[in-house]
């Protein structure tokens, strides 16, 4: 039955014509962002999946931005000790040089006295983003010192930072509050000869630094020498500066050590937020390769649809040709 009221074949051209549309606009969104899953109501499953992820990584990436910051620190106090540990070799060879008969002591004291300057100047240098790991002038003890090194999510969904730690109080070459807690102004306790007595030893303890303003550890001898400072004495501070050298070879070996896991713990993260990026890229990505044959595809589609529904419309121009 052909009508003029109702265009069935018009209203079946419409319908197909606004449902190749509405896939247009769908696959033109996805060509012009890149994505298939852009808001919640294109998958809500992905689309909450892939938006937590992005704030991990975003939070890893402030994790990496702090390990940055730890690496430059334990840098820092590294190069300090490592210029520590060359300034107290030099130091020891000194007094070995002051143990052969005959030397000017007091020559040597000089130069002696130079290197402690020197190593007051590198304990104090040694400061990134206001701390300082070599050297302290407050009342309260270096202790651990904490550096953020990850970002976990447990299968629960619960959110953690862990840390980096390393004992700061192992590195600290000057205390002028505590001498004890330092490691050149802390008294060293030593076994040396005894000239009065043949083969026998005798205790004594020597600190190497007596930082400004600080006092001096009860009972302990400066290490320093003078005109008439005796052979066993020397030796007592050769023995000493030794011990002085061991305990900061190995702060240094630890802080090493740990200056190697923040650069391991650095380069795992970038690893993992590449790996994070491409997990989420797989959800909610779109194939541009599919999409834009598929838009082709539609602009075909669409470009009939307006020539069906053009000779649908017609249809009703035809009825006019009946009644001439």
């Given amino acids: 039955m052909t009508s003029i009221l109702t265009n069935s074949a018009a209203m079946a051209a419409l ?12 696959t033109q ?22 938006t937590t992820m992005k704030s991990d990584n975003k939070a890893l990436s402030t994790v990496q931005d702090a390990l940055g910051l730890g690496a430059a620190k334990t840098d820092t106090a590294y190069t300090g000790l490592d210029n520590a540990i060359d300034v107290i070799s030099e130091i020891k060879a000194k007094l070995v040089a002051a143990r052969e008969p ?28 206001g701390e300082n790991w070599l050297y302290n002038d407050t009342a309260t003890p270096l ?35 505590d001498s004890a807690n330092g490691q050149l102004t802390k008294a060293v306790a030593v076994a040396q000869p005894d000239g009065a007595t043949a083969a026998t030893t005798a205790n004594a303890t020597y600190h190497l630094i007596l930082a400004a303003g600080g006092t001096a550890p009860t009972g302990s001898i400066l ?23 061991t305990s900061l070879t190995d702060a240094a070996a630890t802080l090493g050590a740990t200056n190697t896991r923040i650069s391991m713990q650095d380069e795992f993260m970038a690893d993992l937020m590449d790996v994070i990026d491409k997990g989420v890229g797989r959800l909610v990505d779109a194939d ?25 419309n017609s249809n009703s121009e035809n009825i006019l040709s009946l009644f001439r």
């Avoid at 299968?155 to 109080?169: H, K, M, N, P, Y």
């Avoid at 541009?288 to 649908?312: C, F, P, V, Y």
């Fill in 15 to 26: 319908s197909t014509l606004r449902s190749i549309n509405d896939s247009m606009e769908t």
């Fill in 102 to 129: 005959g030397v000017d002591k007091t020559k040597i004291d000089k130069e002696i006295t130079e290197l402690k300057n020197q190593l007051v100047s590198t304990a104090q240098s040694a400061s990134f983003s």
């Fill in 288 to 312: 541009m390769n599919e999409e834009s044959t598929r838009l082709k595809a539609l602009q075909t589609q669409q470009q009939l649809g307006i020539q069906s529904l053009s000779i649908a």
């Fill in 223 to 245: 290490i320093a020498l003078t005109a008439t400072t005796a052979d066993d004495d020397i030796e007592g501070m050769i023995s000493a500066v030794d011990a002085m050298l």
């Fill in 29 to 50: 969104g996805r060509v012009s962002s890149g994505l298939r899953v852009e808001t919640a109501a294109d998958n809500a499953a992905y689309w909450s999946i892939a």
């Fill in 143 to 177: 202790g651990t010192k904490e550096m953020v090194g990850s970002f976990t999510r447990s299968s629960a969904g619960t959110v953690s930072v862990g840390v980096l730690e390393f004992d700061a109080s192992t590195s600290v070459l000057i205390d002028t509050q």
